[in-house]
């Protein structure tokens, strides 16, 4: 609210400001790809298409498709995010809102997304993607990376750090989430089970299945 919005309206509305936030993500991704490509990659074996909601300029996914030759990959953002990008055979980028529609895959990536919305926002965004890999014959999911506070035993430096972005979350009317948050959500928003891998520094890879 300091510069006279809720945070998503001032990144809209301002070019400086989407333009740092851009950056910031762009960066995020590069060094988030490689960490996801090198130890935990085993997500995407045996998927022939993703949807990556919110890949802005597709970062994460020219990495993961040069990983996974045989992979249709497609980033969804909101239009004035995705005009203009060029794609390639197997990146294209498509403009739309994650709280109507998601274009269908075997995989619905959620990088860094769902930490920042309310419950009731996430469980939307949810059911959209429950409803993108439904019927994808059997191996449907969505790949979630983001925070799970606490999932490193003994480790009080990284649990203070998770509870920094808690508070930094606050400001968006988000929080980072616990497992048994994470949980609740999965089962609000219709799904059968879920699996954490926790490889990624801060944050982990966490597959949830419809």
Same mark, same amino acid.
């Given at each position: 609210?300091?510069?006279?919005?809720?945070? =998503?309206?001032?990144?809209?509305?301002?070019?400086?400001?989407?333009?740092?936030?851009?950056?910031?993500?762009?960066?995020?991704?590069?060094?988030?790809?490689?960490?996801?490509?090198?130890? #935990? *990659?085993? !997500?995407?074996?045996?998927?022939?298409?993703?949807?990556?909601?919110?890949? /802005?300029?597709?970062?994460? *996914?020219? !990495?993961?498709?040069?990983?996974?030759?045989?992979?249709?990959?497609?980033?969804?953002? @909101?239009?004035?995010?995705?005009?203009?990008?060029?794609?390639?055979?197997?990146?294209?980028?498509?403009?739309?809102?994650?709280?109507?529609?998601?274009?269908?895959?075997? !995989?619905?990536?959620?990088? =860094?997304?769902?930490?920042? =919305?309310?419950?009731?926002? #996430?469980?939307?965004?949810? &059911?959209?993607? &429950?409803?993108?890999?439904?019927?994808?014959?059997?191996?449907?999911?969505?790949?979630?990376?983001?925070?799970?506070?606490?999932? @490193?035993?003994?480790?009080? /430096?990284?649990?203070?750090? @998770?509870?920094?972005?808690?508070?930094?979350?606050?400001?968006?009317? !988000?929080?980072?989430?616990?497992?048994?948050?994470?949980?609740?959500?999965?089962?609000?928003?219709?799904?059968?089970?879920?699996?954490?891998?926790?490889?990624?520094?801060?944050?982990?890879?966490?597959?949830?299945?419809?």
């Amino acid at each position: 609210m300091a510069h006279g919005g809720p945070a =998503w309206e001032v990144i809209r509305r301002d070019p400086e400001v989407d333009g740092l936030f851009s950056g910031a993500m762009d960066n995020d991704s590069r060094l988030m790809a490689k960490a996801v490509v090198e130890t #935990c *990659g085993g !997500a995407f074996v045996g998927l022939s298409s993703v949807t990556d909601v919110g890949g /802005r300029s597709g970062t994460m *996914g020219k !990495a993961i498709t040069e990983a996974f030759p045989n992979l249709e990959y497609t980033v969804l953002d @909101q239009p004035n995010i995705v005009d203009g990008l060029v794609g390639s055979e197997r990146l294209k980028f498509v403009g739309g809102d994650m709280f109507v529609e998601i274009p269908p895959a075997d !995989a619905i990536l959620l990088k =860094w997304v769902l930490h920042d =919305w309310s419950d009731e926002k #996430c469980i939307d965004i949810l &059911k959209r993607s &429950k409803e993108a890999v439904s019927g994808r014959g059997g191996i449907g999911k969505v790949i979630i990376i983001d925070v799970v506070v606490g999932n @490193q035993p003994d480790d009080h /430096r990284s649990t203070e750090t @998770q509870l920094f972005w808690d508070m930094l979350m606050m400001t968006y009317d !988000a929080k980072e989430r616990d497992e048994k948050e994470w949980e609740k959500l999965f089962v609000d928003a219709g799904f059968s089970g879920y699996k954490i891998i926790s490889h990624l520094g801060l944050r982990s890879l966490i597959e949830v299945y419809p």
